[in-house]
């Protein structure tokens, strides 16, 4: 494998570590209900960097990267790839919401599912490009 | 047909349980303890720290299924974490054999060591140390330790007190093939430059320049320009500048040495032909002149190390080098723009790319010479003096077959930095091997094969001189004088 393989691979490799990060703050809120300390901050991150993804003054600032949904050009493939700017949209809406935590708890959680949802087909479409084949 | 708890729950421990085996293969590899073969320290280090993360894993693996979620509709993703973890581990599969194959037999270590010790001397670096790894392909590759401590970072949220990465370690991979080469292997400064650029965040410095160096040439078509095509600009700069820094960072680190094993390993004298009133030709689709999505083109890169080499008053020095080499060096001067191209002609803002990088270039410069100080903040020696004081000397004993540890200067006993030796035999290697050849009987310069080996001979005379070096310049009564180190006075001691 040569170097610049391995390095664009490896983008593949953090962008699925960061989705897997909120989706376990996540899994947590749904089978129980509880806001543990990292959900807040993990949600609110990977709402910055969902909203980076389309964004162009955010492309050259050094500081937006929160997750790595938004840093070099595999990642915002990916996300673009595995879902259209209106569901995009549609989750950074739930995100707030979640964050927000106003609604009933159980709308809450249904939202937070979804995100669970999005954020796995994410993973899990980076995780193939990550993965060497045979 | 089974529960359909049941069964999640037990497909879970299966696949924890696969996980267990696989990372516990891994960890057979890791040799911290391993006394034969011989290991250098960074190399130790890093098979504990593979060792530690492993054990922390396998702890975390053992209660995986206990700890699922209650509602079985999240076991899906629950379980996918594992795939996450596993793939993980293919990262740092790569490595333990690539470290476990480079023992201190298999790794120019004396060089490595010499490297190590001259960017030491680099503010901020003095604690620096560099794990060696073996690489299939013929071709330098630092292996970013920001990318495991990232990767190792993330794995804390689910595997309880990982260990840290040592935060002073460099991971450099080199060709299986070159362990005991000298010269091709100054191509690992050029490595170290790349845990420089990491270390120090290059990349944030330079974005700012990077979006002006692209508004600059797409005027008001950075506007219109869609977001992705500006992300992969954006990634092709940074890439072409991380990579154009190390170049730099090399020349200055080690001096002319660098570029001419890049000239070797790339095989760059092709571009000369003396049938060109220039004498050189960049044809079309010559290798030479483009760039790739990761790298800019080779003599673009050759170009930018000789204004460096000039900017050190390095230059004269080299252009009296008799040598097919220089003039490759030479010729990269009167290369322009409008040779460069990209590899794919239909990729997006490629050519603005390669504009916006002329842009970008003096900023790159700059950031070389804004890091290069020692911890008193003065510019770091660039060993010219030394070279220009030492050079023929160390040339006279190594023409002779002798290790130039020591030579004999104005009725004084030296011992030349690793720096003027690595340039001076370099020199004698472009220049004049077969004045050490025509000293022995039946050795014919123009057989490759009897060149090589006498290439062989001068780099290991090379090699001893360096490691000599570390060792002499502790000799008590050893004395720095003006920068030089002279021997102590041995008949005084008597």
Known sequence: MSPETSQVRSRYLALALDARKVIDALIVFVDTGER??????????????????????????????????????????????????????????????????????????????????????????????????? | MPDRTKLGVETLERDASALFSFVDSVCQFSLADSESPAYPEPSKRFFEYIKQLGDATKEYLSGFAAKRPSKPELYQYYRQRLETIRLGWFEFHLHVKAAADADTLNVPYALVEA??????????????????????????????????????????????????????????????????????????????????????????????????????????????????DLQLSKDRLSAWAEEMFCDLFAVWLIGPCYCFAYIELFGLTTILDDAQPSGFSVTAGAGSTIFTPSHPADLLRLKQQVLLLQKLRWWPAIESIKSHYVSVLSSSQNVQRESFGYRDNDAP???????????????????????????????????????????????????????????????????????????????????????????????????PSHRSNWTKRLEALTTKAIEDHSLLVRERGAESIGGYFKRANLQAAE
């Open chain 2, 115 to 228: 490297l190590t010790t001259r960017l030491r001397s680099v503010s901020g670096f003095d604690k620096t140390t560099f794990a060696i790894f073996h690489i299939d392909e013929l071709n330098y590759w630092e292996i970013p330790s920001s990318a495991i401590k990232e990767t190792t970072d993330k794995f804390k949220r689910y595997i309880p007190q990982p260990p840290r990465f040592p935060a002073n370690t460099g991971m450099i991979g080199i060709p299986y093939s070159q362990s005991s080469s000298l010269y091709l292997n100054f191509l690992i400064a050029h490595e170290m430059g790349h845990f420089v650029f990491e270390k120090l965040q290059l990349k944030d410095r330079l974005l700012p320049h990077i979006e002006t160096a692209l508004k600059t040439v797409m005027k008001k078509g950075f506007e219109a320009a869609s977001d992705e």
């Open chain 2, 349 to 447: 803002l490629a050519e603005e790319a390669i504009s916006g990088f002329m842009i970008l270039s003096p900023h790159i410069l700059n950031a070389v010479t804004d890091i290069m100080k020692d911890a008193n903040g003065k510019k770091l020696d660039s060993r010219l003096n030394s070279y220009r004081k030492f050079n023929d000397e160390i040339g006279k004993y190594l023409v002779r077959a002798v290790v130039p540890s020591t030579v004999f200067l104005d009725g004084q006993h030296w011992y030349p930095d690793e720096i003027t030796l690595l340039n001076a035999s370099t020199r004698l290697y472009l220049e004049s091997l077969e004045n050490l050849m025509e000293g022995v009987e039946e050795q014919n310069p123009h057989l």
């Open chain 1, 36 to 134: 543990k300390p990292d959900l807040a901050r993990s949600l609110k991150e990977a709402l910055v960097s969902l909203k980076a993804v389309k964004e162009k003054k955010e492309i050259f600032s050094p500081q937006r990267n929160k997750l790595a949904f938004s840093e070099y050009y595999e990642q915002v493939r990916t996300v673009h790839e595995a879902f259209p700017t209106t569901e995009r949209e549609q989750i950074v809406g739930k995100l707030q919401k979640v964050i927000k935590g106003s609604a009933k708890v159980d709308e809450q959680q249904r939202d937070a599912f979804d995100i669970i949802k999005f954020l796995s087909a994410i993973e899990s479409r980076a995780l193939y490009y990550y993965r060497p084949q045979p």
